[in-house]
């Protein structure tokens, strides 16, 4: 099987901190990394791709400074909200492939609420 | 047009009813696609891939029509536990391996 992992869970955070998210292949090597958002009954919003030791692909409308994106490893990618507002509480979700066109394989998400 | 359409439902369905899903994609060069399903609160979980010969698992059987630039997912028998978001995932091989999905069909099973 294919298992990501996602740290932390869940997070209660005031406005202004900075909130970093975990995203972990524990038993495949991912060649590439996804982060999406998905706010209550909406759908899947790609916010970026993250392939290993280059920068990361952000899409039209998300801010780069505000949503860091590292991707160290074939292991792990980190997503850090930075300076966070109630408007960036959501349902973050990450998940991994192995290369091109192949099968994601989704983390079980970090739900963060910003007052 | 959204690259990848799916008729949002909700599907309302008795157990034992038989489902049919659609979805169109609007990029010809399109070559990997999927179904994944997405429970309340929780984050997709991939159901099956789709290859041009048609492929089944289970109660589970999904079709690609290249040519028509059309999927399909049918359930068969269902389960109260079937009922979930069902996405429809299109990847184009090419810009990064990036995949775009579906806003999902939603299907209700009741006993």
């Known amino acids: 099987g294919a298992v990501v992992s996602q740290h932390p869970s869940r997070v209660i955070c005031k406005s202004g901190t900075s909130v970093k998210i975990e995203c972990r292949s524990l038993?495949?090597?991912?060649?590439?990394m996804f982060w999406y958002r998905q706010f209550p009954k909406q759908s899947l919003m790609l916010m970026a791709t993250?392939?290993?030791?280059?920068?990361?692909?952000?899409e039209q409308g998300v801010e780069k400074d505000k949503f860091l994106i590292n991707h160290a490893s074939l292991t792990l990618s980190t997503l850090t909200v930075t300076s966070a507002h109630p408007e960036d509480s959501s349902f973050y979700i990450c998940?991994?492939?192995?290369?091109?066109?192949?099968?994601?394989?989704f983390g079980p998400g970090t739900r963060l609420l910003v007052l | 047009r959204k690259e990848v359409e799916q008729d949002p439902g909700p599907f309302n369905v008795p157990e034992g009813a038989t489902v049919a899903f659609n979805c169109t994609y609007s990029?010809?060069?399109?070559?990997?696609f999927f179904w994944y399903r997405q429970d309340c609160r929780k984050e997709p979980k991939l159901l099956m891939s789709?290859?041009?010969s048609g492929n089944e698992d289970g109660r589970f059987t999904a079709q690609l029509n290249r040519a028509s630039q059309y999927i399909s997912l049918l359930i068969r028998d269902s389960k109260l536990s079937d009922s979930a978001t069902y996405l429809c995932?299109?990847?184009?091989?090419?810009?990064?391996?990036?995949?775009?999905f579906g806003d999902g069909t939603t299907l209700t099973v009741k006993p």
């Open positions: 993250s392939n290993e030791g280059s920068k990361a692909t952000y």
């Open positions: 789709v290859y041009s």
């Open positions: 995932v299109v990847n184009a091989g090419t810009n990064a391996g990036k995949s775009t």
């Open positions: 998940s991994a492939s192995r290369g091109f066109g192949e099968t994601q394989y």
């Open positions: 038993d495949f090597q991912a060649t590439t």
């Open positions: 990029n010809s060069a399109s070559q990997s």
